[in-house]
């Protein structure tokens, strides 16, 4: 019998406490073994594992720039305990077998517990529904439904997969981008910025329209919508008006929608070229409140790595996405906690109580308490680091913060009981 003993960390910023971890639940610290590995956690803070609603893992199909094992790995020095692996892989995981072959390379890697996300339509073409049921009752058990990287577009199709997954409390989450407001050359948001770059814009609008649309099909349906990436103001404007009328409406924000604007495109520097694009400050200072007064629910990191030679081009022809794991909880406290608007108890809610319920994940997101399944992690609120995109166990390199000085907080992950992170 394996026992860890975390001495003295400051569980959720309420007390410190020690915490005994023994067969993968946590236990009453009082009945440590004398064989027990002891980790001094003076000055730290305990939060439940992290858990992101939106990774791209790219196994199968582009195991050059990700795998489930680096992927996962990626996730374990971030702080996550479970990732959900989008559904837009080759071939794309649009069946039972599908999802349940990604859940075993999960299992295999032993990183963190990997949820396969299904696709909404087959082969994520916006035509068809998928096999949801089949994937909602195979032994995968899929809830969380996508077809992002794409828009589900058809408003009858959408108004289906919602009315559909009801009876198996699942949740459509949308990738909101009206693809005729936005073309598709559309790669920075439609502002004085694109006009000057010469580089096609992709108007707030074409977020905010697809929302007020599906909400009100989430009311129609009395179904759970979940919205990607919210980037724009007037999308938080549709969410709290949906939300105050009792419309059952989640949403995350990516910590990249939360730092950097869209000034960071004048340099065509394609590593921030991103879907839905960085926005101008005016936004992302919305986006801040928000997710403080939780109109937007969650932080989802939309890990997009991508290999070097999709990514190396002229930006117009570059592909969209950039890494986010390692750093998600260093940037959500460089924007939310040093600047007063969450309090650790909110990041604990944002990065893992509310992600876990709104996939419905049982033994994530839990309280540390003792009978509690052992999923947290360690964080150090004073350590900064200069992030560097080569100390990364991503495979790809498409990061936004190379170079940038940012907390550093991770100091130890553990998932199931076994320390899958140590710095
Ligand atoms: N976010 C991105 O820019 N890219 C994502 C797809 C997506 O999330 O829309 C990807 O799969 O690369
Ligand atoms: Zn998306
Ligand atoms: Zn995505």
């Known amino acids: 019998?394996?026992?860890?003993?975390?001495?003295?960390?400051?569980?959720?910023?309420?007390?410190?406490?020690?915490?005994?971890?023994?067969?993968?639940?946590?236990?009453?610290?009082?009945?440590?073994?004398?064989?027990?590995?002891?980790?001094?956690?003076?000055?730290?803070?305990?939060?439940?594992?992290?858990?992101?609603?939106?990774?791209?893992?790219?196994?199968?199909?582009?195991?050059?720039?990700?795998?489930?094992?680096?992927?996962?790995?990626?996730?374990?020095?971030?702080?996550?305990?479970?990732?959900?692996a989008m559904a837009n892989t080759v071939p794309v995981t649009d069946t039972a077998e599908a999802a349940q072959y990604v859940a075993a390379l999960g299992d295999r890697a032993g990183h963190a517990q990997v949820v396969p996300v299904g696709a909404v339509s087959k082969g994520l073409a916006g035509q068809e529904l998928a096999e949801l049921g089949l994937m909602a009752r195979s032994s995968a058990g899929v809830r969380f439904f996508s077809d992002d990287g794409h828009c589900v577009d058809d408003s009858r199709l959408m108004r289906r997969a919602l009315e559909y997954i009801r009876a198996f409390d699942g949740v459509i989450a949308q990738h909101a981008q009206d693809p005729q407001l936005a073309g598709v050359d559309a790669c920075c948001h439609e502002g004085e910025i694109s006009g000057r770059l010469g580089l096609a814009g992709w108007p707030s609008v074409a977020e905010s329209t697809i929302v007020a649309r599906d909400v009100q099909l989430a009311e129609l349906t009395r179904s759970r919508l979940h919205v990607c990436h919210v980037s724009t103001a007037e999308t938080v404007e549709v969410l709290r008006w949906a939300k105050g009328r009792g419309i059952q409406v989640t949403a995350e924000v990516t910590p990249h929608h939360l730092l950097l604007t869209t000034d960071e495109v004048i340099g065509y520097d394609p590593t921030f070229k991103v879907n839905p694009p960085l926005r101008p400050q005016e936004h992302v200072v919305v986006l801040r409140e928000a997710l403080a007064d939780g109109t937007i629910d969650a932080v989802a990191t939309d890990h997009a790595p991508h290999a070097r030679h999709d990514k190396e081009h002229a930006f117009g022809d570059a592909a969209f996405g950039m890494v986010g794991l390692e750093t998600a909880l260093a940037v959500v406290m460089d924007t939310m906690v040093e600047t007063g608007r969450l309090t650790w108890s909110g990041v604990a809610d944002r990065l893992s109580v509310t992600p876990a319920r709104i996939a419905r994940l049982g033994g994530q997101g839990r309280p540390l308490t003792v009978g509690e399944p052992a999923n947290l992690c360690l964080v150090d609120p004073t350590a900064r680091a200069v992030v560097d995109r080569d100390r990364s166990a991503s495979l790809s390199r498409n990061n936004p913060w190379h170079g940038r000085d940012l907390p550093d907080p991770i100091q130890l992950t553990v998932w199931r009981g076994a320390i899958t992170y140590r710095r």
């Open 1 to 84: 019998m394996t026992e860890l003993l975390i001495i003295g960390s400051d569980v959720l910023g309420e007390g410190r406490r020690d915490l005994l971890i023994r067969d993968g639940v946590l236990a009453d610290p009082a009945t440590a073994g004398a064989a027990v590995e002891r980790v001094d956690a003076d000055g730290l803070v305990a939060l439940p594992g992290l858990v992101d609603l939106h990774t791209h893992l790219r196994e199968p199909g582009r195991e050059d720039a990700e795998t489930v094992e680096s992927g996962t790995a990626a996730a374990a020095r971030g702080g996550f305990t479970a990732v959900l």
